[in-house]
């Protein structure tokens, strides 16, 4: 019964998409990068969440909470802020200037090889985190779930890898041949599982451990766990409560507003209206995120006493705990269609970023739409086996969406930089830009993974010398010794945009920037638009008055 669910459940959304994709156009740029831009505010909203919300979140994000408690809802809560800004500020801007992918624009506003390189470092983080990240974490929430090792009579490690290649071999084929519409629509409908079936998780936990009533658990949880309810960060924590308004709002700026895997979705935008719509839906429901994504690491922890083996094994632990038998294969289709989405998203902006901006480029200049889009898939291909070697290597990372954050900082924040001196200067030139991208990477790589383990383990040797030994005291003083990387981040995102207007200064562009607009599609603004945005903003901080 779990496995025709789970397989009914899956076909019924591929068929959906085929038939919804089968009349698009997909020999050409526009139909294949951006689904004809033809997606309305349902749809955008649909593929957005389901990009985003993936067993890297889930499985990482509930971890993370297990550990933590509440305070990580920081990387939900802030999101529906930064997809605001995005809709009032960025969005009307790709729209107006016709863009299919965000480097273009750098190409325009700055030249051919800012572009260039901002296409190799996105491409680059996606090969070897992202991808990655997302066929490990969804293939250890799927093993636990089916408890694949036993029903295999196979070892956990090649449990893992076949898991890893059933995942990567399905996503591609969604991905490379059906292009953006078939990715988006079958996001849509796999969004709307994933809200019931992830709100299904916390509701059955609760009243698991409140002997069947919701309101008692939540009073267990309460009482019992008072320090998992607190959304301020002590000095130890992963997200101290003052990196909010430093690295983390320019973490979610980054994702929500310039990382391809998530904009390309408002691009494809029938016109701006619906965009804008698209963007605001996301980002009402994103605040109710810590429901799905934070609450059951709490509800874990409690259930069981905090002795799991490891965190990240929490969210698969409980909803084997507590998930009655007739729901598990909906719900683990549900799950895979949310690995999917991740994987294959990333996978098509991939696809998009080779074939607009290297092979067109750089490679075949004078090769028709049709040729752009057949090579883009032979890259989507590589890409994906590249993926599918690398994820195994992921288990050795700890913990996984601290590693994921961290390691994306490599390219977040200089690209983010280049992107909003590019829109909100018209002198400053292109060697400012690469100077940027160069440094910003650099020091970030030196900063964290050079650096940052030399102090820590500097002042850890000081510590033993002087005889410290209580495990507490240590974690101190090994946050003392260094910098929170959300601070590190903040720090070179101002010291770039200095360097940056310095350059201008010293030698600005002979002709001032002015953005050429193109009328591919209908910019007419949603009306409440502003409203709507305000009221979301309001909501966020009222959620951490109340936590606090």
Known sequence: MVLFSFI???LLVAAVAYFATRKTNESTSDGYFLAGRSLTAGVIAGSLLLTNLSTEQIVGLNGSAYSEGILVMAWETLAAIAIVVTALFLLPRYLK???TTVPSFLARRFDITTKTLTSGLFLTGYVVVLLPVILYSGSLALSGMFDVPSLLNISEKQSLVLCVWGIGIIGSIYAVFGGLKAVAVSDTINAIGLLIGGIMIPIFGLMAIGDGSIMSGIDVL??????????????????PFHTIFTGMMLVQLFYW????????RALGAKNLKEGQKGLMLAAAIKILGPVIVVLPGI???HMFEGGLETADAAYPALVNKVLPASLLGFFAAVIFGAILSSFNSVLNSSVTLFGIDIYKQHINKDADEKTVVKYGKYFGLFLAFAAMFLAPLVAKAGSLFAYLQEVNGIYSIPILTIIIVGYLTKHVPAIAAKVALLSGSLLYVVS?????PYFEKK????????????ELVLAEVKVDAY????????LLFVANVGLMLIIGMIKPRKEAYLQKYTEQVDITPWKFVKPAGAIIVAIVVASYMYFR
């Open 97 to 99: 200037g016709g863009l």
């Open 257 to 264: 507003g310039t990382n391809q895997q998530i904009i390309q």
């Open 483 to 490: 910098l929170p990387y959300l601070d590190v981040m903040a």
């Open 448 to 452: 964290q993974f050079i650096a940052k």
């Open 459 to 470: 002042a850890l040797a000081e510590a033993a010398a002087n005889g410290i030994t209580d």
């Open 222 to 239: 309460t009482t019992n766990h008072p320090e998992k309810f607190d959304a301020i960060g002590g000095k130890t924590a992963s997200i």
């Open 8 to 10: 009914a459940f899956t």
């Open 299 to 301: 509800i874990a922890y």
